[in-house]
Structures are given as structure tokens and as C-alpha cells.
């Protein structure tokens, strides 16, 4: 079965649904946290879940590497290797290209580029990320794209963009698994039109839903908000949209007031195993001597595992050792928070108060 | 109020009983866990309870480097720090200076040796490792001692057990929680007059337990059983008897065959990390390149959460990419492998057949 999206209230652009999948229904909008090697890192998947999660996101390039996708396959598909019942999402493997391959040669057929692990050559094509995505047998596949850089000129990006499109017609025609839905992926880099003509081509295919890619590469909010403008106005109201890589709160916020209902990021974990955590008066940075004494937990109001049992002075100490169960507490704490997040953006678009939550957490969030 | 030791069934010099304490009773023979810096490395105290384990470890010489003793002292004591309601012992400190500092230079006083996080300059004394415990409010304490290296000539081994000797009056006299035990530790090297000698006056101090210490510094097995064999003769029935840092399942049968009744060990964790897992045919290495496919549990009939939930192959991969959830895997495994053990050896103790358990165990642990 693919997964289906009921829209059941609007406040504005911004959407409350249900997504329907092979391995529950979950509300929207939602964060996803981000299991790259088949782990959420320094986390089994009941904290995971215990932290409210509904999907999760998986690396389709990292696990093409390790431990490769016919292992997965053997074991039953990426749910029963990680021992997730939860739905899983897979990315196509574009953004990876992008992101660790110092050198690529991109051509009409795929890409070429050297494995960030041992340099070894390898060439993944739109046939093969989905032939991959097909056999961890993930609940959402994504069609593969070239990310562009930003900046990236007009000439260049109307080319990639173009690509993409044709590429994710290939892709299409190689999925093959009945029970996996595919989201196609607009791109179009921060120029208005090759968002719209993107979207357009994209929607023209008929995924199960649609991700606004190209996001989270070093343009500055503002570009960012409007490349999520440019698209999402062409992607039509019964399908999931999704906002790749984005998971600072205040994009969040931003990117559900515009009509998204999915993000992902690695940003709550990753943080987390450097002593950060978020809080609803900005980051902190638990290493800092002013927590040392501190024997309070990270929010007093905060309902997640790590405050209700352990203080900051405790998670400073594990941090500063290199224990890893600090990591382990500030992620749980972390992935909680934009999951919290997401659940208070709920309740304001079924309260037609987005705004003016919008107001309330950016005042507290900015206010040290 | 102090620990209590409960005999309840011998078979020959085993012992079947119970540890009262402050924070639950526990049946013995036990293994406790070890969490050097107020945790048990990658674990978090709910996972480490679910492996059955009673007393947990924790080490006097790194809490009192990081972060201090007066931090968890003001946090409360160690169990609120940590977030463990379970029993904790704590070292003394003597284990790290022989087994850490490079150089250190022993006087009656008490020894100076450099930090080996920073290389500052340490002196600890019988009375400071009493005192540090005191704050840390473990339920279990332990007298400070020198651990006499492996081998270690006549001379330099009685001069040490008899300062040991003195060392543990200064302790008592130091000593001021009266929530908390204190426990002797019987030096004496290989020679087995001096094992005698230190049992005999450690136990005319009137201790709350009994350990046994300088074992695992290098000895053979054999050896070790002979110190454990010249000490614990003139140990009292009616107090726990511990063997500091044995935690081979052959050594923990060894053990409780000639009357001991606590075993700790880091064995279990610190193997976890490099991908060992302790099995009933022996150790194996998760990493082994014929687990690739595996897809089975460590152990099909343990009980434990990993093997109830995860493949080798799997395991075998978190670990080949350095996720820390494979080390956590591998010593919820480990540490529920020893508790286990010890609850076998319980049930054989209970019903008079120890020796036959003993070699069922080694003939199985043994072939491969």
C-alpha cells in the first residue's frame, strides 16, 4: 500500500493532516529524525519513539557503502535490520553527492564520484538510488536529483533542473515495489521560475508526494523561505510536502507556515554530541562552567527521558568525559524538542493562532 | 544502615545469600557492572537494571578528578547524580594508582602520582579516599590499599600489606557516613602467609565485607585461585566476600566455587566497544566478516534485549561503522551474560551441583 495524506485543517497555507503508511498514522506536520547508518545515533529506536517520533529518515548513499543494500534486503528490508516498526524514509542519495564527494563528474546517465570511505570510484544513477531505495524496502523512497549549489548560475541551474526531471522520469520507470511510495524532488535553485517550471514537470509525473529540495546549502534564510515560496504553490493539496535538511526550530516554523508538513535533519543529534541543546530560549552549549553546578534539568517543563531524570551538571560531566551517554541524553532531548515543536505547530493551526505562536516562540527563542 | 549479609545455603564453600542494603536486597553470588565516571559506558541505568543487575561499580579516583566529589555531593550523592536507585560500591582508588600513573611515589603517608588526564600533580591518602567515598554517599565503600604488582619480591610485597594494614585503620578512623559500609581489601601478593597475615588483621578491624584484591595485575589463573584460596579461609561467614576486577565467566565460576559472593569487572563494556560478545561456546568478534549474513541473535536462547531484537549482522554492522549503538548492544549482551551466569550459579549452589555446572559450563564455553 503507498502512503496517503488527509489534509484536515488549514490556518492560512499551513496544514494539519494525517499521514497513512504500511507502519502507522502519524499527524502532520512532523519532524523526522535522521537514522543515516540504519541508527539514530547513540539511540535504540524505543527512545526514538519514546520521543514522539513518527518517521524516520535513513541514508540510501550510506548504506549502498555499509553494510550494503542486499544485506539489508536478506534481512528483511531496513525495518527489520534496525528493528524500527515505525515508518522509514529513505533519501535518494543525491544530497550525499553533493555534500561529501570532493570531486563528481555529473552526466546525463548519473553521477560519478569517489566514496567518502575509501575513495573507491562509484557511479549511482537515478535506475540504481532507486533500485537501491526499493530493496531497503522503505515505507518513502525519493527520486534521485542533483542538489545545486548555491550560489549556482542561471545557465547551470536550468540545466541541472532540467536534468532532474529527466532523471526523474528513469526513476519511475525502474521502481518496482508495490508496498514503497515514491516523492519526486523540486528543484530549481533560488531562481523563481526553474521553481515553477520544476514543481510543474515534477507534480506532471504524479508522485505520492513532493519534497522541496536544494535547501540548507548555505543560502541565507530569507532565499531559503523564498525557494519554499517559488514551489510550494504548484504542489497540490492532497500529497505530503516536504522540506529536506531543515531543522533549526525557526525554519520549521517558517516552512509550516508556508504549507510543509515534513522535515528532517540531522541537527538535533549531531548538536547533541558536542554538548548542545536546544532550549525555548536558544541553544546552549552544556559545557559551559555555568552549568557545572547546576543540578536543574535542561527546561524545567520539558517532558522528555533525559529531563526528567538527569541535571545539567550531571550531562556536562558525561559530556566533558566523552561518555556517550551524554550524547545519547542531549539527542533524546533534542529530537524531543523539534518533535514538541511540530506538536504545539498543531494544536496553533487547529487554534488558528500560528502567528502569534510564531511571535511568542521566535521573542523567546532570540531572548538569551 | 549498613549492609547486611545474608547466608542462606552453602554447597561445599559456595554460597547462596542475600545482600541487604539501603538502596534493596540482592541475592549473591552477584556481578556488578562497572560505571567508572558515574556510568556504565553507553548504557543508560534503566538498561543496565533490565540485565538484573543489583550492585553497580563506580571508581572514587576518576569521580574525584571528574567532576569532583564535592559536585556530587551537592547533587546529592552519587545515586541522584547518576539517576542508578540501585546499590553502588565504590573503589578506593588504590586499583587506578597501580593500574593509571605511570610513576607515583608510595609513603606511609599515602601516594603521590600524576593525573593521567592532565598530568597534574596527586596525592591521595587513606584518609582522602575515605572521605571522597563519604561525599560520593556510595552504599559500599572501600579501604584505600596499594595493589602490589605481579610478580612482586617477598620484601617489597610484606612491607606493602602491612602498610595496607595500617592504611585501612587510618580509613576507619577517617570514616564518617554512617549510611554507608565500609570494606576491607586482603593484600599480600602471591605469598600465602601474607594472604593469611592480611586476612587475619583486616578482618580484627571489623569490616562490613571482605574483598580480595590484587588479582587480575598479570597473575595466572592458577595463581589467582591460590590467593583467592589463601585468603578467604579466615574470612567470616557472616560478612560479603569480593573479588575486585574478575569478571572471565571461568574466573566468576572459579570464584564462587572457593565462597565468593561479589565480582566486578569493566570486561564486559570495555569488550563490548572493540565488538566481543561473550556466548556460551566462547567469545566471538561481531567484526567477523562470516556474521555478514547472520541473521540471528548472538545467543538464540538469551534473554537479553539485544538478542531479543537484533541480528549479528546487524550488530556487526553498527559496529564496523562506529555507531555507538553497537557498543551499547554488545554490553547490554555482555552484562546480562555474566548476571546470567551468576544466576545459574545461584540455582546450582541451591541445588548441590555446582562442580557438575562448572564443568557443563567450561566444557561448552571452551569449544568452539
Chains 1, 2 share one sequence.
Not at 519511475?172 to 533560488?190: D, K, P, R, T, W
Not at 504553490?233 to 516554523?253: S, T
Not at 548542545?276 to 541553544?283: D, L, S
Not at 526528567?308 to 533524546?332: D, F, M, P, V, W
Request: charged share 25%; glycine share 8%; proline share 4%.
Amino acid at each position: 500500500m503507498k502512503i496517503k495524506y488527509e489534509l484536515l485543517k488549514n490556518d492560512n497555507n499551513a496544514r494539519y493532516g494525517i499521514l497513512h503508511t504500511n507502519h502507522g498514522n502519524f499527524e502532520t506536520p512532523m519532524f523526522m529524525p535522521v537514522g543515516t547508518l540504519a541508527t539514530v545515533k547513540t539511540m535504540t529506536p524505543e527512545q526514538v519513539k519514546e520521543c514522539g517520533s513518527a518517521v524516520i529518515l535513513s541514508n540510501t548513499y550510506h548504506l549502498w557503502l555499509r553494510p550494503g543494500e542486499d544485506i539489508i534486503n536478506k534481512a528483511g528490508g531496513l525495518h527489520k535490520f534496525m528493528n524500527y516498526d515505525g515508518p522509514i524514509l529513505t533519501d535518494s542519495g543525491g544530497f550525499q553527492v553533493f555534500s561529501l564527494a570532493r570531486t563528481k563528474d555529473i552526466t546525463e546517465e548519473g553521477v560519478k564520484f569517489k566514496s567518502h570511505i575509501d575513495g573507491s570510484s562509484l557511479f549511482l544513477t537515478p535506475e540504481l538510488s532507486i533500485q537501491i531505495q526499493n530493496k531497503l524496502d522503505s515505507d518513502i523512497a525519493m527520486s534521485f536529483d542533483e542538489c545545486i549549489p548555491y550560489p549556482a548560475d542561471y545557465g547551470y541551474a536550468k540545466a541541472s533542473t532540467e536534468r532532474t526531471i529527466r532523471w526523474a522520469k528513469r526513476g519511475i520507470e525502474a521502481f518496482n515495489n508495490e508496498n514503497q511510495s515514491l516523492f519526486g524532488i523540486v528543484q530549481g535553485g533560488e531562481y523563481t521560475d526553474l521553481r515553477e517550471y520544476s514543481a510543474k514537470e515534477t507534480v506532471k509525473l504524479n508522485f505520492d508526494g513532493y519534497s522541496i529540495g536544494g535547501t540548507s546549502v548555505g543560502e541565507d534564510k530569507e532565499t531559503m523561505y523564498k525557494m519554499i515560496d517559488d514551489a510550494i504553490k504548484f504542489l497540490p493539496e492532497n500529497k505530503p510536502r516536504y522540506l529536506m535538511g531543515v531543522g533549526e526550530p525557526i525554519d520549521i516554523i517558517e516552512g509550516v507556515i508556508r504549507g510543509i508538513d515534513m522535515f528532517d535533519c540531522v541537527l538535533p543529534t549531531r548538536i547533541a554530541r558536542h554538548g548542545n541543546a536546544f532550549t525555548r530560549h536558544g541553544k546552549i552549549n552544556i559545557k559551559n562552567s555555568k552549568y557545572k553546578e547546576e543540578f536543574t534539568p535542561i527546561e524545567e517543563k520539558c517532558d522528555c527521558y533525559t529531563c526528567q531524570h538527569y541535571t545539567k551538571a550531571y550531562i556536562r560531566h558525561l559530556i566533558i568525559c566523552g561518555e556517550s551517554l551524554g550524547g545519547t541524553l542531549l539527542s533524546i532531548h533534542n529530537i524531543r524538542f523539534l518533535i514538541k515543536l511540530t506538536e504545539d505547530l498543531r494544536e496553533a493551526i487547529k487554534n488558528d493562532c500560528l502567528l502569534e505562536f510564531k511571535e511568542q516562540f521566535i521573542n523567546n527563542y532570540l531572548k538569551k
